[in-house]
């Protein structure tokens, strides 16, 4: 239960001021719910003003305080602006322009022969200097406007700067102070603020210091929230699974393991033995053989009677892993099932009752296979395809169907970069599928100019007509208004118009049955092209597609790029990718392709992609992994990290982790931070 003494930070946003219904919605758009959420709504950046004596020394185009004597009042016919004509003190004139609004409002905020002083950006419009909308008006005493750094929110439709400023004011002034959770050496060590003073210093200025602070905290409750599911996680008392490796001979594998399969079997192996359950990451780039992998992890716990399920994020990724595994697992006399959403009467009651009396060994299914009407006999082992895919609570319901809690494999397509993988996968152990089985051939990258077009359009003429299939994959779905943005529906429409039926459109506005029942044509080889948006990044397993087409592929991270690149080049034929790069590229954007016809080493991308990135596009996309965090920047995370990781840690080996009284503050930490349920639900993985 959350402590009385964070409950003002909790309470409800129309607790403050001038918040009403009207008011609710925009703020809730921006996720500022509670009085918490407008103090962790920190600023985008500062606008900073001078104070000038006067007109003459300042410039246009920079934001000013000055001085202004309204003089004359002057409006436009019709719509046209009204403009305040006011004098500075050596009697230079400026126009305060107004658009759009009451004049009765401007005339009082300016009343003629009254001097005020005036914020805002100095303009010019025609020989005249005007400053259009002034930021503040104030009346003018012994001092010019107090603030002169002036903080700039993310705003929604329906905000204003000076509204959500006025509430994120108030929110501050009722946040009770809080005891010290920061270790006292390392606190004095950086020089930084007390909490309550860094949240107030972080929305008055650029204070680097104030935004590390809270970017820490962040940062340590995470660490602190991934520890202590571990450590719960070694208490439990899961069931020890040995198999005799009798299934396993058995498998119909299409080429020997690599030495990286052994290895991650092994490390799995040796998991399953042991009475407390597994929590494992399995990261393995695109083609490496994970299935394989985690089929001989669920064939160890069928071995030892129990039964295993495998979890899938959509359905045609279930189906794919169930006729995958239903092949390689042929001879091996194991039952494996299917359990989908649109699995209905008779067959869904008899699969029901196969898990229910074990006559089903494994089952693979989407969120369908734990929801309540479904009960297994001993489910021992569970893996997690996608992982990052599923919430935190799906993965603990599917954790509560064992008897016992059941050995967990997360399994990610995605080379996560280091420092991520400890920020949202430090409670597990991991295993890293570095090697690529033998007979696949690389595939052939190449950056193709837009102007080209045409030529590769005719390309894919004659690659269709060889029987193959191919990808056109577009960064938007529709056409934006004042943008020369590739769409997927008028790419589809264009492509459609060449190439007949033969062309089907997938996207994530489609409704599923459309999309399913696209995709399972493509699948099935009935269509021939697929025009997709980035849904197809993951579980879309075709070998007859052999041609990928990325449109505006500078607009896409590496990590992105490489997962897409990897829908071909699933076969043992040739394979070919071609990076379709607009007119006009930034140096970060050529050197992402120049990087992409250089490597296709998932793990070098990842980090090359974090590298390139930098703070100001967090990841950009799911594909290295949503990251937890609302504070903590990306350079943030690589800078601090490590050192809260060492903090978390020395909290609970050195200083009695959550009792005395460092724990009592590291406490209130994890529940200000809401890593408290954390502490439950992430033991579902």
């Known amino acids: ?178 005891p010290e959770w920061i270790e006292p050496g390392l606190l004095d060590k950086l020089q930084w603020p007390a909490w309550r003073d860094a949240l107030a210093l972080a929305h008055k200025g650029p204070h680097g210091a104030a935004r590390d602070r809270l970017a ?47 290895r991650a079997i092994a490390e799995i192996e040796g998991d399953l033995a042991q009475s407390a359950p597994m929590l494992r990451l399995l990261q393995g780039d695109v083609g490496s053989g994970k299935t394989v992998v985690a089929l001989s992890a669920m064939l160890i716990a069928v071995e030892a009677g129990a039964q295993a399920a495998l979890l899938a994020p959509t359905e045609i990724l279930a189906r794919q892993h169930h006729e995958t595994l239903t092949r390689l697992a042929a001879g091996t006399g194991v039952e494996i099932a299917l359990l989908t959403g649109r699995d209905k009467g008779r067959a869904r009651e008899a699969i029901l009752m196969g898990l229910l009396d074990g006559s089903i060994d494994m089952v693979v299914g989407t969120h369908a296979i734990f929801q ?135 996207h994530g506005q489609l409704r599923p049955e459309l999309k399913d029942a696209a995709m399972e044509r493509f699948a099935r080889g009935e269509a021939k092209l697929l025009v997709a948006t980035t849904v197809i990044e993951v579980g879309v397993d075709v070998p007859n597609a052999t041609l990928m087409v990325i449109e ?8 992105q790029l490489h997962q897409l690149r990897g829908r071909v080049g699933r076969g043992s034929g040739k394979s070919t990718c071609l990076l379709l790069r607009g007119p006009m590229l930034s140096e970060t954007a050529r050197q992402r392709l120049a990087l992409m016809r250089e490597t296709q080493d998932g793990f070098r991308l990842a980090e090359e992609d974090l590298a390139l990135r930098g703070g100001g596009e967090l990841l950009g996309t799911r594909q290295s992994g949503d990251t937890p965090f609302r504070v903590a920047s990306l350079e943030q995370i690589q800078k601090l990290l490590p050192l809260a990781h060492d903090d978390a840690r020395l909290l609970m080996d050195r200083d009695g982790g959550l009792t005395g009284e460092r724990g009592a503050a590291a406490r209130l930490l994890l529940y200000l931070f809401e890593r408290d349920w954390g502490v439950q639900l992430l033991r579902g993985g």
């Open 1 to 178: 239960m959350r402590p009385e003494r964070l409950n003002p930070l909790f309470v409800a946003a129309d607790s403050l001021k001038g918040v009403g219904p009207g008011l609710a919605r925009p703020l809730e758009k921006l996720g500022l719910t509670r009085v918490k959420d407008f103090a962790y709504h920190l600023p985008d950046r500062f606008v900073e003003r001078r104070a000038v004596a006067n007109l003459d020394e300042a410039s246009v185009g920079e934001n000013i305080v000055v001085a202004l004597t309204p003089a004359e009042y002057r409006s436009s016919a019709g719509r046209g602006p009204f403009r305040v004509l006011a004098t500075d003190s050596i009697g230079n004139v400026c126009s305060i322009t107004y658009f759009g609004r009451n004049t009765a409002w401007a005339k009082k905020q300016l009343p003629l022969g009254e001097p005020r002083w005036i914020a805002g950006r100095l303009d010019q419009y025609g020989q005249m200097l005007q400053i259009v909308h002034p930021d503040h008006v104030a009346e003018a005493g012994a001092a010019a406007l107090g603030q002169l750094v002036e903080p700039v929110y993310p705003l929604s439709e329906g905000l204003t700067q000076g509204r959500l400023a006025a509430l994120v004011e108030q929110a501050l002034a009722g946040i009770p102070a809080l």
């Open 216 to 262: 820490y905290d962040e940062l340590l409750a995470n660490s602190l929230a991934l520890m202590l599911v571990r450590q719960s996680n070694r208490k439990q008392s899961g069931t020890p699974l040995q198999g005799d490796g009798s299934r396993r001979a058995r498998l119909n594998l299409p080429f020997p393991l690599t030495g990286a399969q052994q």
């Open 372 to 506: 309540d009407t479904v009960t297994y006999r001993n489910l021992a082992m569970v893996v997690i395809d996608e992982q990052h895919r599923f919430g935190v609570g799906q993965r603990l319901m599917l954790a509560q169907k064992g008897r016992r809690a059941p050995h967990c494999l997360a399994m990610t397509a995605t080379p996560i970069p280091r420092t991520l993988t400890l920020a949202q996968y430090g409670e597990m152990d991991v295993s890293k599928l570095d090697e690529m089985p033998p007979g696949r051939q690389p595939i052939d990258t190449r950056v193709v100019a837009v102007e080209r077009q045409a030529d590769v359009i005719a390309a894919i003429g004659r690659h269709l007509e060889s029987g193959q299939q191919a990808y056109w994959v577009c960064p938007m779905v529709r056409e934006q208004e004042n943008e020369d943005l590739a769409a997927a529906e008028a790419r589809h429409a264009e492509l459609q118009a060449r190439f007949g039926d033969a062309v089907v459109l997938v």
């Open 552 to 559: 505006q592929a500078e607009r896409f991270g590496l990590a």
